[in-house]
């Protein structure tokens, strides 16, 4: 517990009247539960209500106020540092205590009921460009318990997953947990040189922790998914992991589709070919190469996968409109 965060927050969670903040929203008129409508809240705000344009967001909770329904087009961490909060879907109702953490499923109905004045309660709202295909990689390698780090991948790469999206980790009041949590809030609220970084970082630490925590105990997880194991990211993670020597059918066989379904999914999912794609990821790769190494060109192209050095440099040129040569020219930093 830290009495200085903690202090920090209960400023900024005073009462707030719905009526002060329905103008800014805009009901999503599709759905109703019990005859309340549910709400868009497709932006983050600050504590001052501000909008927040910023890929993590983090506020805390009002206390004594009512927040409708409502949907986000990102993902929600909810974690009550003191006291406990109620989290109700369109199905049931979860009940939080004091240091667990739910983190709610892109487009998945909820809302949080009235909170006590005692109570302190954090919201972190994490968008899809929070997080890189590099950081999905790392949530997602080989651990003891591979479901529930397949299941923080499903949720953090903002797939919407459908109604009922969510996971409760019950923390088991690890210190390693609350410290990073604290961490997290006290670098937002005091900004710095780095402290995005730092932020994303200690969120990726903070997962891990959920990981090995949830390795040694039973935790409560509920999740209604797609074919999350097929989904698009998974799909772009293998061709940033296999791109050197990566072929449609061998693909196509490491997730079960016919070649033919997997070229038309991925057009379909990313606008791009799967050949494109691949040229992409290998191009993006070549340029690092050319940026931080001094390996003669021909080697890099047979390195990222071309054979032949004159399409390595046509392929370069198409993607980046300069030649490989230029490129080093211009961006080499050693």
């Known amino acids: 517990m830290n009495p200085e965060v903690l202090e920090l927050l209960r400023k900024n969670n005073q009462p707030r009247p ?4 329905k ?3 805009s009901p999503f ?3 109703e539960i019990n005859q309340e409508p549910v709400y868009e809240f497709f932006y983050t705000l600050t504590d001052s209500l501000t909008i927040n344009p910023h890929a993590i967001g983090l506020s805390v909770q009002p206390v004594k106020s009512y927040i409708p329904f409502h949907i986000h087009n990102y993902v929600e961490l909810t974690i009550p540092l003191l ?3 109620t989290v109700v879907t369109n199905k049931e109702k979860i009940h939080v205590k004091q240091n667990n953490i739910i983190i709610i499923g892109n487009h998945t109905t909820h809302k949080v009921e009235p909170i006590d004045t005692g ?3 954090v919201n972190m709202s994490l968008k899809e460009s929070a997080f890189t295909l590099n950081d999905f990689n790392f949530i997602q390698q080989s651990v003891p318990n591979q479901s529930i780090s397949n299941l923080l991948f499903s949720l953090l790469s903002n797939e919407n997953l459908g109604e009922n999206a969510y996971t409760l980790f019950q923390t088991a009041h690890s210190q390693q947990i609350i410290n990073t949590l604290y961490d997290i809030i006290f670098e937002y609220y005091h ?12 969120i990726l630490t903070l997962f891990s922790r ?3 925590v949830a390795s040694k105990t039973n935790i409560n997880i509920k999740v209604n998914k797609k074919n999350s194991g097929n989904s698009v990211l998974s799909m772009l993670l293998y061709i940033e992991q296999n791109y050197a020597h990566i072929t449609l059918e061998k693909m ?7 070649p033919n379904y997997l070229s038309n999914y991925l057009k379909k999912q990313t606008g791009m070919s799967f050949i494109q794609l691949v040229h992409l990821q290998r191009i993006n790769v070549a340029a690092e190469y050319l940026t931080y190494t001094k390996a003669p060109i021909e080697q890099i192209s047979l390195k990222v996968g071309y054979e032949n050095p004159s399409y390595f440099y046509k392929v370069f040129k198409k993607i980046l409109h300069v030649s490989p040569t230029e490129y080093r020219i211009t961006n080499q930093l050693i």
């Open 18 to 21: 719905w009526a002060e903040l």
């Open 23 to 25: 103008p800014t929203m």
């Open 29 to 31: 008129k599709v759905n």
């Open 83 to 85: 006291g406990e909060c």
């Open 119 to 121: 109570s302190i309660v």
């Open 191 to 202: 900004p710095d040189i780095q402290s995005n970084q730092i932020i994303r970082l200690e």
């Open 210 to 212: 959920f990981i090995r």
């Open 252 to 258: 196509g066989q490491h997730f079960g589709f016919n």
